[in-house]
């Protein structure tokens, strides 16, 4: 469960940022979280309040996610479709030849202060 980590880091770097700017109190923060990035949005959510717990700067704050969309352009017929939901399978051709365009992020993505 590599979640944790990177929700490690990706607290560590909106801290960091809070300091150098001078901010007191971080009101949430957003995460962008794609399909196809191999980390499950749910236990982000899980672990949030504890990956926080003892950091002032937190106090009170949210997680926000945007799921990014695994998108796949099939190299057969230049069909372009979710990866995820059809099982990296192209819907129009059957195809498994694809180019990935998207979904493979995972971005801090907004920091909100009071």
């Known amino acids: 469960m590599h979640e944790i980590g990177v929700l490690h880091k990706a607290v560590d770097l909106a801290e ?5 700017n001078g901010i ?5 923060i957003t995460l962008e979280v794609g399909e196809l990035s191999g980390y499950l949005p749910v236990f982000f959510e899980k672990y949030f309040p ?3 717990e003892n950091r002032p700067v937190f106090e009170g704050c949210q997680l926000k996610m945007i799921i990014a969309r695994g ?3 099939c190299l057969e017929c230049g069909a372009m479709y979710n990866v995820a939901q059809n099982e990296g399978k192209c819907p129009k ?4 030849i694809k180019k990935i365009l ?5 971005l801090l993505k907004e920091i909100a202060y009071e």
């Open 16 to 20: 960091e940022t809070a300091r150098e």
């Open 24 to 28: 007191e109190r971080i009101s949430n």
């Open 50 to 52: 504890v990956v926080i």
């Open 71 to 73: 998108e796949g352009l």
């Open 93 to 96: 051709c059957g195809s498994r």
């Open 102 to 106: 998207g979904g493979r992020e995972f």
